[in-house]
């Protein structure tokens, strides 16, 4: 069964006066939604608010999100100094974003950059990724290798050139290589957790105060195919 991230058993990886960066469980979602499941930004609020016996509402600001069903980096704003600052190293694509992911299929080559031009879907909450330009479509590219081959399954390492949604998802699905346990992009069945095998690993940018550069690396869950990897 998963288990959702809460103010006692709250992964944190950086933390300090302007920021905090957490290693996301599958399930948690990072900001509220319709769905009324309390989002990790309370569950940090809370962790912030107890350590800090801080009075009254506490200051934290959401900069970037992770699909639901994935796990890795999340980085939070503590004040908004750090706030806007965050917001526009995002914005300009001034962060290293590693990702691991774990696919069923060997892809073509041992690496790889992929281009595809990305549509959304509103409707069903999908994207899909073609090879040419569509109508409302978007660029996405991102460089891959493969880290290491498991007994049924490939792990990859993804360096992330864009932001789109559901990028990295859409664009392994479109070369045939499905995220493990993603039914939503092609993969035969869900994980027992309802997550996929895709992390947030590694994050390299500038801190918004100090101007030194933070590398965020984030452990993988604990279970069998992590574990290999």
């Known amino acids: ?11 944190v990886l950086h933390e300090d006066n302007h920021i905090i960066v957490v290693n996301k469980r599958v399930g948690d979602i990072v900001q509220g939604d319709k ?12 962790y912030i608010k107890d350590k800090y016996n801080k009075p009254g509402e506490v200051f934290l600001g959401v900069v970037h999100r992770l699909d639901r069903p994935t796990t890795g980096i999340v980085v939070f704003a503590r004040t908004s100094k750090a706030l806007t ?11 290293q974003k ?3 992911a774990v696919v069923k299929n060997k892809p073509s080559q041992n690496e790889a ?17 073609y090879l040419k330009e569509v109508p409302d479509s978007k660029v996405a590219s991102l460089d ?15 360096n992330l050139h864009t932001g789109r949604h559901h990028q990295i998802r859409a664009q392994l699905a479109a070369i045939g290589c499905p995220i493990k346990g993603d039914l939503k992009y092609g993969f ?3 994980n027992p957790d309802g997550g996929i ?3 947030a690993r590694k994050l390299v940018f500038v801190h918004p105060v100090s101007k030194e550069t933070l590398t965020i690396i984030a452990p993988v869950p604990n279970d069998v195919i992590w574990n290999a990897v």
């Not at 769905?35 to 809370?46: H, I, M, R, Y």
């Not at 549509?119 to 999908?126: L, P, Y």
Request: charged content about 30%.
């Open 144 to 158: 891959y290798q493969i880290i290491k081959e498991l007994n049924n399954y490939f792990a990859l390492e993804i």
């Open 85 to 95: 600052r965050l917001n526009e190293l995002f914005k300009n694509r001034e962060t």
């Open 113 to 129: 950059k992929l281009i595809h031009y990305i549509k959304r879907n509103e409707k069903n909450n999908t994207s899909k990724a």
């Open 98 to 100: 590693t990702y691991w």
């Open 197 to 199: 095998h895709l992390h």
């Open 1 to 11: 069964m998963k288990e959702l991230s809460t103010k006692n058993n709250l992964q």
């Open 35 to 46: 769905t009324g499941d309390k989002p990790l930004s309370e569950v940090v609020k809370e």
């Open 188 to 190: 035969d069945r869900s």
